[in-house]
């Protein structure tokens, strides 16, 4: 399958060669229903990165879009397509650490006052950048959609959210706590504890090329914990590789997602933020 990657953000004018199967967008977020618009009249198809697009609306008329004229569109989400992603799901599923109750989720780094990323209008705030990957990886462990969603935030004086505090409710009794934040030292970890055991993934969604996972098999504090090394690995090429499994298929292969459910709950949580809520 032969790619064509779209990063410019001076214009929304896209000439694909007829050669090109596969148009991956990784403009800001502003960007992204246009060039995916473009994309799909065009008759390719997308992989678009995170978040989907600036708000709702935007996605609804990308993922119908794109089902309109018979092309996938993938939300990249990059860190679904690791091995080791892959295998905590198989481990959930298998009860390793008996039955999820609660999923643990931090992203931050601190970055540049004058970043885009701090222009609500492109589409910044800390939510859309990172706070979508906590998310991401609650609605993905816990197998299901958030029911309650509760959120606050520190706000820039710009307008973009700099930090947030995210708690979802699942309708099979799993609890989420995310947060992210542009103003805190870096930190990037997923916990999941179980009733009989916990997993760690340490840079959960930015893992090292040999990434480990730490599972902790019992209850007791005093429980041994088992380090899993799992071979090198770019979880772009097993994104993409994937990405492609799912074009012959003729349709999105788990762990895969348009991404419009994600957007959901990221816009959700913005604006109970901003209400205060």
């Known amino acids: 399958t032969r790619y064509g990657t779209v990063t410019g953000v001076q214009t929304c004018a896209l000439p694909i060669s007829d050669d090109i199967d596969v148009v991956w967008i990784g403009t800001q977020p502003y960007l992204h229903r246009p060039y995916s618009v473009a994309a799909l009249e065009a008759g390719k198809h997308v992989l678009c990165e995170k978040s989907l697009a600036t708000s709702v609306a935007e996605a609804e008329e990308m993922v119908d879009g794109c089902r309109s004229a018979g092309v996938l569109l993938q939300e990249a989400f990059m860190w679904r397509h690791h091995p080791r992603t892959k295998t905590v799901r198989q481990m959930l599923h298998n009860g390793a650490i008996g039955e999820l109750c609660l999923i643990l989720a931090h992203f931050s780094f601190d970055i540049d006052r004058s970043d885009w990323r701090l222009d609500p209008a492109q589409g910044g705030g800390a939510v859309w950048d990172i706070g979508c990957y906590g998310i991401n ?9 958030p029911r309650t969603i509760h959120a606050r935030a520190r706000f820039h004086e710009r307008g973009a959210d700099m930090s947030m505090q995210i708690a979802l409710q699942f309708p099979n009794n799993v609890l989420a706590n995310v947060d992210c934040s542009f103003e805190a ?6 916990e999941l504890v179980g009733t009989r055991g916990t997993i760690v993934l340490p840079n959960a969604f930015l893992p090292a090329e040999e990434a480990p996972l730490l599972v902790r098999r019992g209850t007791a504090g005093d429980a041994p914990v088992e380090t899993i090394v799992f071979p090198r690995a770019n979880q772009y090429v097993e994104q993409v590789t994937d990405f492609c499994a799912s074009i012959e298929a003729g349709r999105l292969q788990a762990p895969a997602e348009d991404g419009l459910a994600n957007m959901r709950v990221c816009e959700t949580a913005l604006r109970l933020s901003r209400e205060g809520r």
């Open 185 to 190: 030292p870096f930190r990037c970890e997923v």
């Open 137 to 145: 990886a609650s609605r993905l462990f816990a197998g299901t959609e």
